[in-house]
């Protein structure tokens, strides 16, 4: 069957994959030690028990008789040596802020530096050392994990791909490995076939799988578009299975054109403008009033009905409300509702403290393969009629040449606000706050560069409590930090708005809005 989705941005290894076109081939590919289903409800995959009696030391025991495509078996040195790979800090792992909880991980990450592409070029402070000493291999079957802090919900994360183990031969040459099939050796539902660069990808069930996500069909193949409107017409052409995300144009129509195949329901993702930390108009007291006038000036309820037809739901925080603890009562969020004239007040406020040039023009920066172009052109509208400033889109051809220069940080081409997104990579409002804007994740997907001490403290303190609930009022605690900030803007929650053709059955899109692809089958 044929799915819709782009380019991955980088090999296919899970803790190097933080974007949702290589994740979602990341995920078929590899087996962890949990997996979510639907409802995201946890269910162990390749591990046996994962317990705990303080929360802080967690005892890991895996399942005897997995093994990797080449014959090799899945053993605990299969985690504990990915890891150590993964948060060892000159290997540049883009999931690296993930391994940030366990013992060791600040001496084994030094601190990096980062080239022209976002990617780790050097040390600004050495590793002291080159594994995470809170890992430790008991046997081939078990492995203990010694967290710096007790955290309640350590083994939720665990499904999350930068969690996914490596083979052996991945340490014989890193840089190849996820590169090519050859290359590519997995223990997921499927195995990689072919890999034709910017254009198609074809996975084939993996003969040697035994989990819960046995595959029911004979393959996937990911078609690379750059042009969401293209990949709606092949699906109703009868050219595309299952597409993941309808475009703008369609989103009034798509459930009348697509009817069964139309899908429509909640989902754990959320959108936001992130404020680049290194442009000096956006800094200090008068940077503070811009960000909240630039908030404010967004009239989110028109937005979502003209442009998205409904399917998208005015956000009033930074998380999403399919997650647990989420509560649309943060003080701050104030900035999240339109108000035109407080915003006009307080741009110019700034602009009376620290003036921007007469030929001053905001830019929006976004990709333009998905269809971003219309709200961010009703958003430079808004600022246009409403600060009285002039604003413009910058876009980017393909997700992954964009996601390449939000990396780039200060020495990339991003010089205005720019579009993020974030479908979340575990159940839990933990995941929409530490890799976005923890200082951990500034090897990761914390593009906007924000460091804050105060938001990393709430962050540890609520990751200790003794419980999900507890933990979950403190994350909430945590977003105040957030609104008195703004590192970013909450714009809109999503919806899953996808589809699929009368050829396939049994689609199913989970939780996170990614679709459950071994489960699907050919229409009889």
């Not at 495509?69 to 690296?96: E, L, Q, R």
């Not at 200090?284 to 811009?290: I, Q």
Request: charge should be negative; proline fraction near 6%; aromatic fraction near 12%.
């Amino acid at each position: 069957m044929t799915i819709s989705n782009g380019e991955p941005q980088n090999p296919l290894i899970g803790s190097m994959t933080n974007e949702t076109e290589g994740g979602l081939v990341v995920q078929n590919l590899y087996s962890g030690l949990v997996y979510y289903d639907a409802e995201g409800v946890v269910h162990n995959e390749i591990a046996e028990s994962i317990e705990s009696d303080d929360n802080q030391t967690w005892t890991i025991t895996i399942q005897d008789g997995w093994e990797w495509s080449d014959g090799t078996p899945v053993t605990a040195d299969s985690f504990v040596d990915a890891w150590n790979w993964a948060g060892y800090g000159p290997n540049g792992a883009k999931g690296a802020g993930f391994f940030s909880p366990i013992e060791g991980f600040a001496e084994a990450q030094g601190v990096p530096e980062f080239d022209e592409e976002g990617n780790v070029s050097g040390m600004a402070e050495e590793p002291t050392a080159e594994t995470l000493s809170g890992l430790e291999v008991v046997s081939p079957t078990e492995f203990t994990v010694t967290l710096g802090q007790p955290e309640s919900d350590f083994p939720i994360r665990l499904g999350y791909s930068a969690y996914f183990p490596l083979p052996e031969v991945f340490f014989e040459d890193p840089a190849a490995f996820g590169t090519e099939p050859d290359t590519t050796v997995v223990n997921g539902p499927y195995t990689l076939e072919s890999w034709e660069h910017e254009s198609e990808l074809s996975l084939v069930p993996n003969e040697s799988y035994a989990g819960p996500r046995l595959a029911q069909n004979g393959g996937l193949d990911f078609i690379v578009y750059t042009d969401e409107n293209t990949s709606y017409a092949d699906l109703q052409g009868g050219n595309l299975d299952i597409l993941e995300n309808v475009p703008t144009t369609a989103m009034s129509t798509f459930e009348e054109d697509l009817g069964d195949g139309a899908v429509s329901e909640p989902s754990a993702s959320f959108a936001a403008m992130t404020v680049p930390e290194w442009l000096p108009e956006f800094q200090g007291e008068a940077g503070l009033l811009r960000r909240q006038a630039l908030s404010l000036a967004i009239n989110r309820e028109q937005i979502t009905e003209t442009i998205f037809a409904g399917t998208r739901i005015p956000a009033t925080d930074f998380t999403s409300p399919v997650i647990d603890g989420w509560t649309g009562e943060i003080p701050g969020n104030e900035v999240t509702t339109y108000n035109a004239e407080e915003a006009r007040s307080l741009w110019d406020q700034a602009n009376e403290e620290d003036p921007l040039p007469d030929d001053y023009v905001l830019t929006i920066h976004t990709n333009t393969d998905s269809t971003h172009q219309d709200w961010v052109e009703a958003v430079c509208n808004g600022y246009i009629n409403d600060l009285g400033i002039d604003c413009e889109m910058t876009g980017y051809a393909t997700f992954d040449e964009f996601l390449n220069e939000r990396d780039a940080g200060p020495d990339g081409s991003v010089n205005g606000l720019f579009r993020a997104g974030w479908s979340a990579d575990y159940p839990s409002l933990q995941n929409y706050l530490g890799p976005l804007y923890s200082e951990a994740a500034l090897a990761g997907s914390n593009d906007g560069r924000y460091v804050s001490d105060e938001f990393d403290a709430a962050l540890a303190e609520a990751a200790a409590a003794p419980s999900l609930d507890e933990a979950n009022v403190l994350y909430n605690q945590a977003q105040e930090i957030l609104f008195q900030d703004l590192p970013g803007i909450p714009l809109w929650y999503y919806s899953t708005t996808a589809g699929h053709s009368e050829a396939v059955e049994n689609v199913e899109f989970g939780w996170d809005s990614m679709p459950l692809l071994y489960e699907v089958t050919k229409a009889e």
